[in-house]
T-cell receptor, first 114, second 112 residues
């Protein structure tokens, strides 16, 4: 398996623009997580899905952020409108149901909002 | 609620010296515990995990961690540091199939 695949790897956009980050989880994994990593806040869980259904979105910072998982092999994280403080590395991770199973991370998307 | 605390945001050791990265957890039920490593510009990679099978867990790259319930700790160790161990290390906790909660990370520097 190719692992968790995220695209794009890097994104530079202007303030106010819409940004869409994409994730393909590992086949057969039924949990998908979106994390954000910054120097100030470390690794924050934004939202996670189980069987394509959002379970906990309490980490989503504002209404400007939204996430979808239309099917088991694809998820998006959208920011509209983007702001400079959204600049961070965004990670997607997936996991299979089971006691003590680990999460597998993608390479991340480095977002810069100017 | 679950949480982990990583003591020391930065740790520096000489090549060949012992590596000790500290992690304490808080959980109302027996937890599952993980150590991940992140190299520059990379995603997180699993080093090892504790799932109650054995208190001393061996992972990749010569790392190991010991689960101590009495101390609510899961410290990561390696007998002899290599330059290639320089990275950021994260401790994480979960219950059953729930989400992983990560600590704030410890950046390990290795000097020649």
């Amino acid at each position: 398996d190719a692992g968790v695949i995220q695209s794009p790897r890097h994104e530079v956009t202007e303030m106010g623009q819409e940004v869409t980050l994409r994730c393909k989880p590992i086949s057969g994994h039924d949990y998908l997580f979106w994390y954000r990593q910054t120097m100030m806040r470390g690794l924050e869980l934004l939202i996670y899905f189980n069987n394509n259904v959002p379970i906990d979105d309490s980490g989503m910072p504002e209404d400007r952020f939204s996430a979808k998982m239309p099917n088991a092999s694809f998820s998006t994280l959208k920011i509209q409108p983007s702001e400079p403080r959204d600049s961070a590395v965004y990670f997607c991770a997936s996991r299979v149901t089971g006691s003590g199973t680990e999460a597998f991370f993608g390479q991340g998307t480095r977002l810069t909002v100017v | 609620a679950q949480s982990v605390t990583q003591l020391g945001s930065h740790v520096s050791v000489s090549e060949g010296a012992l590596v000790l990265l500290r992690c304490n957890y808080s959980s109302s039920v027996p937890p599952y515990l993980f150590w991940y490593v992140q190299y520059p510009n990379q995603g997180l990679q699993l080093l090892l995990k504790y799932t109650s099978a054995a208190t001393l867990v061996k992972g990749i790259n010569g790392f190991e961690a010991e689960f101590k319930k009495s101390e609510t700790s899961f410290h990561l160790t390696k007998p002899s540091a290599h330059m290639s161990d320089a990275a950021e290390y994260f401790c994480a906790v979960s219950r059953n199939t729930d989400k992983l909660i990560f600590g704030t990370g410890t950046r390990l520097q290795v000097f020649p």
